[in-house]
């Protein structure tokens, strides 16, 4: 199977959208004719395979394929594919000691990166199908080439914003993002390069979607949401966002500002921007992987009633049908038990022109729809190589 | 000794006492302090300990056999391990050791008891502070109850909280002392809450005379924040252990050498403040390094079966897969070898040149960086001073004088031979101090005219 072969028939399948399930035959059938290209394509990966004693031609479950630690991608380009035809290299964000090299994936084919999150992210974030504005605190696509977040939002803006619906296929140049294109426009960019909130710019947006009455999306990480909670207790800029507006929250705030719990978050939230819990939506993604796994709340119509903690208590987040997710012993890597927490290990369709199977290092259990992220342990600290070095520099914390 | 994770330990069952009691509790161990425990001569003290420590060491005793059934599993380690901490645990704090550790710490160890001749004239006397509020890191079971032991050598009453992987110990050794010396066990309490700090910690830290705290810079930090200005503290901080291969090792004696390093990682599953996270292996030797690193890897597989690893936690786990991946792909574009235990069991060795000294992710992982000479070495911990403690050493021949200059000067506290690692004795200047002239005020009397 070629690279072009692969590719028109991963885009159709990405194409009927999230809904419908695809048969586990199916998807094992196409996983394994990605792992086994891959392997032949990218040389790297093919030498950790064989490492790990696998025969690719001998693999028949796609549960059987070596899965790829995330770190890996420090170590070597992973392109499945000739590198030269790369189109974007995506960049994890750096340690805070600066001695490890940052991640890279190499994206051959924007194409499918679009394919995969444009039906996911509409299906969770926009069910009622939009346009919507949407106001991202990230910096910009063009602030931050590298960011596949902030890529990813940036062609939710181009297709979904108030400008009206493209095609999520399209693989067209996009229209400069955060311009004005109506009161508000289409969204934009309220993080500037080196991280910090362009506080006026988004006052005066989130001011125009009051004045405007219309419903908005506010996309952002949970350390910028954290960041902005601070600003706006201090400064009263409190404000009730239009009915129907709702919140993409993302992680990654771990370690870089004082801990504050889902249900403290979401809470703030709610008082900050008037959205309540059930509409906020927690994404989970990764530079390594080109599909997004989204909470179901808004997808599934929540109502708006019910209590904070219920609200986030039992939530989990789900795939789209391309990927699929297995829960791992942490030193044997055999699947663990239904329930029991262990590693998340994807195997993401998307992923065609680099790795497919990615092993993170994120802790889960399986759930019924996809699996939930597992905090630390009461009294344990999450503490990785590289975490243990952070807490060896020091980094800010409320101690123990 | 403090270090870095916690360990997955079983669920605990403990009493939660409010903070009204705390403080009555405090008061209580003062007056018993005042009282009578500064009225006990501190060779009785000695006496009761090693009372307790024989009874830990021997096979037929109640309390040793109550405290091995839950030391394991409490601790997150295998059972033969519990079993050679205890051992090597309860031998320091028999009468011998702790004889040795007075007459190192103190000429004369009885000034401890009341004024006694200085050597310029006068007189001087030792005390420990009345209460002490000893705060336990958990990784390392037994740390606490040598902390304990260390405050009542010098008349100290003891609040003791240990981490949560090291509350057997101290419960079992202060039942012990209870029978063996109620009078003495007044000053001792020992109590538990989760996680380190917390509405009890802020009492005990605002009640005691002085605080000694295990843990990492966050813990530390947060003690300090809330310490009150005119009571002193002794934190023992995260340290990174280090390893020094000299040439001479690496002949014949290479076998032996990579047992003894192996060892010195393994113990503790490497929690240890002294546990070595990088070793330094020196180029030229009759082995070279990167075999050296294979023979290390069957040490480790070897010690699977003699002192084999606890259950590995969650979190140590999804480390070490990363690590591993890495360091594969790093095999595979020739920029090093590993070795590991696969499904097995944890331990990794990732053989890396050009590797910097860095933390590992513990649980017997390892990194081995070759270097030209070991100068090279010593000049790449420059950048980590305030975390070197432990230095272990093996072959370094004439040059042990010379290195260990160059050590004490970049702040190293300990170097030792690999197999010695693990076991530091009760007298080893801890973190650079002494382990009882910290806790002690002296009060000089001058003679007249």
Known sequence: MSFPELREELLALFARGVAEPLPEVVFNGLALRVFRFQCRENAPYRGFVARRGTDPDAVARWQDIPFLPTRAFKAAPLVSGDPAAVQRVFRTSGTTGGREARGEHHVLDLALYQASLLPNLQAHLLPEGGPMPILCLLPSPEEAPDSSLSFMMGEAVRVFGVEGLGDPTENGSAPPVGEPQGPLGGGGFFVDSNGGIQVRPFREALGGAVAGREAVLLAGTAFAFVQWLELAGKGGWEVSLPEGSRIMETGGYKGRTRALTREDLYRGLGEAFGVPAQRIVSEYGMTELLSQFYEPNLAEGADGSGQWAEAVAGRFHGGPPWVRTRILDPLTLGEMPEGEPGLLAHMDLANLGSVSGILTEDLGRRVPGGFQLVGRREGAEPRGCSLAMEDFLGPPGEGP | MAT????????????????????????????????????????????????????????????????????????????????????????????????????????????????????????????????????????????????????????????????????????????????????????????????????????????????????????????????????????????????????????????????????????????????????????????????????????????????????????????????????????????????????????????????????????????????????????????????????????????????????????????????????????WHHDGDGPLRALVRWTDVEPEG
């Open chain 2, 4 to 427: 870095l994770q916690e360990p997955p330990a079983r669920p605990l069952e403990h009493p939660v006492l409010g903070e009204e009691r705390i403080r009555e509790l405090m008061t209580f161990l003062r007056r018993a302090r005042d009282e009578r425990l500064v009225e006990v001569p501190v060779a009785r003290v000695v006496g009761a300990v090693d009372k307790v420590a024989r009874r830990l060491l021997d096979s037929g005793d109640p309390l040793r056999r109550a405290a091995l059934g839950e030391l394991g599993p409490q601790a997150g380690l295998s059972d033969a391990m519990a079993e050679i901490i205890l051992d090597r645990m309860a031998f320091d704090w028999t009468k011998e050791r702790l004889l040795r550790l007075l007459e190192s710490e103190f000429p004369d160890p009885l000034v401890l008891d009341g004024f006694r001749r200085g050597a310029m004239g006068g007189s001087l006397r030792a005390l420990g502070f009345p209460l002490t509020f000893h705060l336990g890191a958990g990784t390392v079971p037994g740390v606490s109850v040598t902390s304990l032991v260390r405050a009542l050598l010098v008349k100290s009453s003891v609040l003791l909280k240990p981490g949560r992987g090291d509350v057997v110990l101290p419960v079992v050794f202060a039942r012990g002392l209870e029978e063996e010396d109620p009078v003495l066990s007044e000053s001792v309490a020992v109590l538990y809450w989760p996680g380190a700090g917390g509405a009890p910690g802020e009492v005990a830290l605002r009640g005691a005379d002085l605080v000694v705290a295990y843990g990492g810079d966050d813990t530390v930090r947060w003690v300090r924040q809330r310490l009150p200005a005119a009571t002193p503290l002794r934190a023992y901080r995260h340290r990174l252990g280090v390893g020094l291969l000299g040439r001479a090792a690496l002949g014949g004696e290479a076998g032996s050498s990579a047992a003894a390093a192996a060892r010195a990682v393994a113990v503790f599953d490497q929690r240890g403040c002294v546990s070595p996270h990088v070793l330094f292996v020196e180029e030229g030797g009759e082995t070279d390094p990167v075999r050296w690193a294979a023979l290390l890897a069957r040490a480790f597989r070897d010690l699977e079966v003699s002192l084999p690893s606890g259950p590995l936690p969650p979190e140590q786990g999804a480390a070490l897969q990363q690590l591993r991946g890495w360091a594969e792909m790093e095999e595979g574009a020739g920029r090093g070898v590993v070795h590991h235990g696969g499904g097995e069991a944890p331990w990794t060795v990732v053989f890396q040149p050009h590797g910097e000294l860095e933390p590992t992710c513990l649980a017997r992982t390892v990194r081995v960086i070759p270097v030209g000479d070991l100068h090279e070495a010593v000049a790449a911990m420059e950048g980590w001073r305030p975390y070197l403690q432990t230095v272990g050493v093996a072959g370094l021949g004439e040059r042990e004088e010379e290195l260990a200059e160059s050590l004490a000067r970049l702040g190293v506290s300990r170097m030792a031979p690999l197999d010695a690692v693990p076991w530091p004795p009760p007298w």
